[in-house]
């Protein structure tokens, strides 16, 4: 089994920052893609940020130029630097990591969600 663990969620002035981070552990052989996805009320999760193994990145246009994902593979962590914040930035953020339990396989794992709120 492997778990997810999010932290840094809370609350902050609309122009504030936070930093979100990830930490999978349990049974793993090894970890590709990991990405940060957030859901609003009544609104499908969408993707915010996602980071491959080689550090590869990519981001929804709606944070590009503000947010900034990175990861420390010797800890199986992932970070979401969120800086520039506005209340549309408001939600719950969720972690996501394509998880090896063996080298055969792989499935998605998701953490319990940290919620983010923006506001003065």
């Known amino acids: 089994q492997v778990q997810l663990v999010e932290s840094g969620g809370g609350l902050v002035q609309p122009g504030g920052s936070l930093r979100l981070s990830c930490a999978a552990s349990g049974s793993i052989f090894s970890i590709d893609t990991m990405g940060w996805y957030r859901q609003a009320p009544g609104k499908e999760r969408e993707l915010v940020a996602t980071?491959?193994?080689?550090?590869?990145?990519t981001y929804a246009d709606s944070v590009k130029g503000r947010f900034t994902i990175s990861r420390d593979n010797g800890k199986n962590t992932v970070y979401l630097q969120m800086n520039s914040l506005n209340p549309e930035d408001t939600t719950v953020y969720y972690c996501n990591a394509y998880v090896c339990s063996t080298r055969w396989y792989c499935e998605h794992y998701w953490g319990q969600g940290t919620q983010v709120t923006v506001s003065s």
């Open positions: 980071i491959t193994t080689g550090g590869s990145t």
